[in-house]
């Protein structure tokens, strides 16, 4: 593949919702293009960019993949995500290294959660939009209520540049409302044929709203349309796009993507209106430093993807925004301060590479076994470090715990989930020093399960996910006063140490404290930490269910000593003991973490959500109406209610959900739930004496 210069590059995120055609469409617009001979199917296992054999086993995209066309001698770059909400975060990444998004929709099921969300991310990169409506071959799809729905989603200045030609299974063709012409796709290649007459009058009609979007931001083209009535092709495209790259024009195209019906139009609207790398915004630096988009200039890549590769290692995929990335060369990474050696560069079209020399600015990119580079990472030259923003994630909305089927696999587990939290950032590990376990966090379900056939596949881990432990702590409802003795005299060197202690409750959140007010020297200055050692250690082994004590104020008041057998363990020991005795008189209570939720859903189910929230203990903080046909709900729930609600909300709302949860603060357990949490407790200590 030749290298292109940078006014003849289209960086476009195909994104949309969950199972509406995006990889579909990519494959018909990649064999519209002549860069496969025949189009593969998502049932078959045999698209270009789902070639990952997870994707081949579930029919569905996981990882974003690259897949780059020639088209009217330019070059368009089609980043093909994954809609699915636990792997949305592929989507972020493509979305921000692109300079437009076409977002697919489906003629009956019109836009869906993920598309609204997808969108807001794409406005806020100032991203020009398209749509793509597909599937028009369903029963009852019908384009106009597509594009009124649209509107009435995205605001009125969607404007159709394609109309079809036949209803549901009878969808023939298209017309091109640009110029009017209409064309039949048989088998793929189009055929252009006189534009039917039962189409003629409402194309026209559509043509006139395309003319007057076209002219409205151009005062030459509307002084002309106003006194002619009608602009020339070339001059709806130059109106076009100016609208379009200020993002006020949304331009629709419409087909079937399994037929390719409609795929070239999309192509010629990509290359004719959405902007090259040159035309947006030049990147800024982390500090503010501007570069525009010239290959000439200093080198700045961002790695937007890391993938392990069973052939050459781990990838990195980047995008150049400024200079030129060579092959065999030596780079700096301006994040870890390490100077990488790059091999042989590629453009990857799904798993294809396609060794080429250079890479320049505006164009993307993979390079195999970078040693310190992660994604996130800018590559530049050593002599001027830059460190480009980096990709914002969404965060983790679910945690597991996992662990080894077999003993002998806890190290190579370890190192396993290293390169994988490598891979995804929208994998968290962490080790939960309570539990004594590892905690996945993920965006649901599915993300998780699918890591664990990574495991499985790639690192030959069998592991088993389990729910996550809740971090339930225990404090004191009042004051209390108690002694502890640890006392062994029994011949030869014994063990002595008397403590008396206060306890008393603090304001929630505020800790432990341990005040030493023994006058004279009723306990040696040396052994008064001992004490402090000892509470502490009864504080983390818990008095209720086992978990930690906190908000709590131990003041040493009293004690006794003896001028031999007095030692810093046995002031320890009998700290230990005074707390305990101590703890039961004023009374152990649980706590349970509570956290904030924010649940955005349609406006019809919100009554749902409530209803769901309300049964699992939560209380309802306000609702915020977003303009977009959807409303936040805001929520305190406690924790261990909402381990499985990823699940939860999809179940309720047929994927059209999204939440995100934070920590808020503890507060006390209802009796009933901490009855069941102290006698769970009690199961497993049983349990662990017997083994």
């Known amino acids: 593949m030749r290298t292109y210069p940078v006014d003849r590059i289209r960086n476009v995120a195909v994104v949309g919702h969950g199972g ?13 293009a002549g860069a496969v001979e025949r189009m593969g199917r998502v049932d ?177 083209l509307v002084e002309k349309y106003l006194e002619s009535g009608e602009l020339t092709p070339e001059e709806v495209l130059q109106g076009l796009r100016a609208g379009v790259r200020s993002g006020r024009v949304v331009p629709v195209l419409c087909g079937v993507a399994t ?84 091999g042989q560069l ?21 390079v195999a076994k970078l040693g310190e580079t992660q994604t996130n990472d800018t590559l530049c030259g050593k002599d001027r470090p830059l460190r480009l923003r980096p990709i914002e994630f969404p965060r983790p909305a679910i945690a597991m715990t996992v662990e080894p089927k077999s003993k002998q696999d806890e190290d190579k587990l370890g190192q396993a989930l290293a390169r994988l939290a490598e891979e995804d950032p929208t994998l968290h590990v962490e080790h939960d020093p309570e539990s004594k376990k590892t905690i996945l966090s993920g965006l649901g379900e599915s993300h998780l399960e699918i890591v664990a056939d990574r495991l499985r596949r790639k690192f030959h881990v069998d592991v088993q996910l389990g729910q996550p432990h809740v971090p339930y702590r225990e404090t004191i409802r009042r004051k209390a006063t108690a002694e502890g003795r640890y006392v062994k005299q029994t011949g030869g060197r014994g063990q002595y140490g008397v403590c008396t202690i206060e306890i008393e409750p603090l304001p929630r959140g505020a800790g432990y404290e341990f005040v030493d007010k ?8 040396q052994f008064r930490p001992s004490v402090d050692k000892g509470v502490r250690k009864a504080m983390e082994e818990g008095v209720l269910a086992g978990y930690p004590v906190v908000d709590v104020r131990v003041t040493l008041v009293d004690g006794k000593t003896h001028p031999v057998d007095s030692s810093d363990i046995a002031f320890q020991i009998a700290g230990s003991l005074a707390f305990k005795k101590a703890a039961e008189q004023a009374g152990v209570v649980l706590l349970e973490p509570i956290m904030t939720v924010a649940v955005t859903v349609p406006d019809d189910l919100v009554g749902d959500v409530i209803g769901d929230l309300n049964g699992k203990r939560g209380r309802i903080q306000g609702m915020e109406p977003n303009g977009d046909g959807t409303t936040t709900v805001r929520a305190l729930v406690p924790m261990a209610e909402m381990l499985r609600y990823a699940s939860d909300l999809r179940s309720i709302t047929g994927g059209r959900g999204s939440f995100e949860m934070a920590f808020s603060h503890y507060e006390e357990a209802p009796a009933p739930v901490a009855q069941k949490v102290v006698e769970e407790a009690a199961r497993q200590r049983e349990a662990a004496q017997a083994h």
Request: aromatic residues 8%.
């Open 20 to 32: 509406v055609g995006k990889t579909t469409l990519v494959e018909a617009l990649l064999f519209a």
């Open 346 to 366: 590629y453009v990857l079209r799904g798993k294809h590479q396609i060794p080429v020399a250079e890479i320049p600015a505006g164009d993307l990119g993979a």
């Open 518 to 525: 023994i006058f004279g020297g009723a306990i040696p200055q």
């Open 259 to 342: 037929a390719a019906t409609g795929v070239r139009l999309l192509l010629d609207a990509l290359v004719q209106l959405a902007p090259s790398p040159a035309d947006r915004e030049p990147e800024r630096t982390t500090d503010g430093q501007t570069l525009p988009c010239d290959p000439a200039g200093p080198l700045a890549a961002l790695v937007f993807k890391t993938m392990a590769d069973p052939y050459v290692g781990r990838l990195s995929y980047f995008r150049v925004y400024s200079g030129t990335l060579r092959s065999d060369s030596q780079v700096y990474n301006a994040n870890k301060e390490r100077t990488e050696r790059v």
């Open 44 to 220: 078959d296992g045999t698209t270009t960019t789902d070639f990952d054999p997870e994707e081949v086993r579930r029919k569905m995209t996981i990882n974003t993949a690259t897949a780059p066309v020639e088209w009217q001698d330019h070059k368009v770059n089609l980043l093909d995500t994954p809609g699915y909400p636990d792997f949305v975060g592929e989507a972020y990444a493509a979305l921000r290294v692109a300079d437009a998004a076409v977002f697919v929709v489906d003629a009956l099921s019109g836009v869906q959660v993920q598309t609204g969300k997808l969108w807001k991310v794409a406005q806020s990169h100032g991203l020009p939009r398209f749509v793509f409506v597909n599937r028009l071959d369903r029963e009852n799809a019908d384009f106009a209520r597509a594009v009124e729905a649209l509107a009435g989603r995205f605001g009125a200045h969607t404007v159709p540049l394609a109309f079809p030609i036949g209803r549901e299974a009878q969808v023939e063709g298209v017309v091109d409302l640009v110029s009017m012409r209409a064309y039949r796709t048989d088998g793929g290649a189009p055929r252009e044929l006189d534009l039917p007459e039962d189409v003629r009058e409402e194309a026209s009609r559509w043509r006139d709203k395309l003319v007057e979007e076209a002219a409205e931001g151009d005062d030459a």
